[in-house]
């Protein structure tokens, strides 16, 4: 084949196109997005095939990870803030427990992309209370006792408590934010809860 029409067949036919495809959801490219993404993540496949990429070697590891967030940088210059995060949550939801909880209950769209942004504020202030050696184990457990019931409180208000009730029963990342949690109700002093933005 010609230089031109290898590419146009790749951009329909290869791997790399078809898992964009797949993985897209309710995420609309334009034809230029789609060849501007394809570029990088084309590259990207390339450099860490399964077929070459050694996992347990910790150097191989550690490019991987730099070329993931070069990757990352540079979807988002292509698609914009506002766009990438369509693009992240439409590709985290079609692998997601939520997926099913958005067909069944007839969540817009809108709302699931709210419920991703609390998850990835949720997430990072779990890891900062883990990481901070400030707090006794009694203190961390109450912090992310108290972050994981306004987790549960917020997205109740955004999906609704029986549509979040089924999300976390059917297996989520909420019941990993402290899985000894049982109750949605646990408070945490003003302090603490200023520290961690819980207001």
């Known amino acids: 084949m010609l230089g031109t029409d290898l590419e146009e067949y790749e951009l329909r ?10 993985s897209s959801g309710k995420f609309d490219y334009s034809e230029q997005e789609f060849r501007d993404v394809f570029a990088v993540k084309k590259e ?13 070697d910790p150097d191989q590891r550690e490019a991987r990870k ?5 990757m990352k940088d540079t979807i988002v210059e292509v698609l914009g803030n ?4 369509i693009y992240k949550y ?21 709302q699931v992309y709210d419920v991703y942004d609390i998850k990835d504020i949720a997430e990072n202030k779990a890891s ?3 990481q901070n050696g400030g ?10 006792d108290a972050l994981r019931g306004e987790t549960e409180r917020s997205i109740g208000n955004i999906i609704g408590t029986e549509a979040r009730d089924d999300y976390i029963e059917k297996g989520s990342w909420i019941r990993r934010l402290n899985p000894e949690s049982q109750s949605t109700q646990i408070r945490m002093d003003p302090e603490m809860r200023a520290r961690y933005g819980l207001e």
């Open 66 to 70: 730099e070329a993931e967030q070069l």
């Open 44 to 56: 990207f496949d390339e450099l860490f095939s399964p077929l070459t990429f050694n996992s347990s």
């Open 135 to 144: 707090l006794t184990p009694e203190q961390s457990a109450a912090a992310l």
């Open 82 to 85: 506002d766009r990438y995060r």
């Open 13 to 22: 036919m290869s791997q790399t196109a078809m898992m964009m495809r797949m």
């Open 90 to 110: 439409e590709q985290s939801l079609q692998s997601s427990s939520l997926r099913g909880i958005v067909k069944e209950y007839d969540i817009p769209r809108e």
């Open 128 to 130: 900062e209370i883990r």
